[in-house]
């Protein structure tokens, strides 16, 4: 079974950041774990707006696991998002998303793509983390609260 601290890394955990729009989010998200992979920022950015448009990634109750396959990627990497005030997200209940979990995954990892996406949803569908994380004061604690449970 796929565990949260296997795509996950406490450098890629970011707690209060700087919301604005939906775009720019994206943006930033490429800019970041570019910063912690050997990615580049503007594929990722390009391959998540790509995704975006096929339909929204905002599944509901202020949470958006964005998620792309890349080429240059050879691991299924993820990213936590803490934003400091909810942005629109074009989310399928209409709220509004403050908190959002990115997932970059190998292009041929289609099978792997699914569970993680399956795993990361029903986590995050739990109200009680829900409410740790966005209680969570910085990014150390917002990775332990993600990763807690895992093992």
Known sequence: ??????????DRTF????????KRVLELIGKLVAQHTNLDPDAIYESLIAREKLGSTGFGNGIAIPHCRLGDCH????????????????ALDGQPVDLIF??????????????ILKMLAGKLDQAELRDALRAAPDAQSL???MTAGDG
């Open 143 to 145: 990775y332990d609260v």
């Open 75 to 90: 691991q299924a990497i993820g990213a936590l998002l803490q934003l400091e005030g909810k942005i629109d997200f074009d």
């Open 15 to 22: 707690s209060g950041v700087q919301g604005g729009s939906k």
């Open 102 to 115: 990115v997932l970059l995954v190998p292009q041929e990892a289609t099978d792997q793509h699914l569970q």
């Open 1 to 10: 079974m796929m565990q949260i601290d296997h795509i996950l890394t406490p």
